[in-house]
């Protein structure tokens, strides 16, 4: 469900790699992006291994299936006013 997903992200959320190369700007942006991800997906799974937070920083540690491939990531997610405000993502 893309819209439950997106809920946890502000309006004007940035998605970034890792340093600082700017990948999506704004929720509209991002809702865009996932689309086709969300929608092919058969299997589409998440588990956080490890997790930082410190003040309103959080840094995940991810198990990540999408179909029939699965990948680690890690992200750090900022967060302001209770939603995701920017994500660096390292890859």
Known sequence: ?????????????????????????????????????????KVLNCKITKRIVTKNIVIDEEDIQYNDTKFGGVAIYEVENGKIVKVTFFQ
């Open 1 to 41: 469900d893309i819209e439950a997903f997106l809920s946890f992200y502000s309006e004007d959320v940035k998605l970034y790699t890792y340093p600082n190369k700017l990948d999506s700007d704004g929720k509209a942006a991002m809702r865009e992006g996932y689309a086709s991800f969300f929608k092919n997906a």
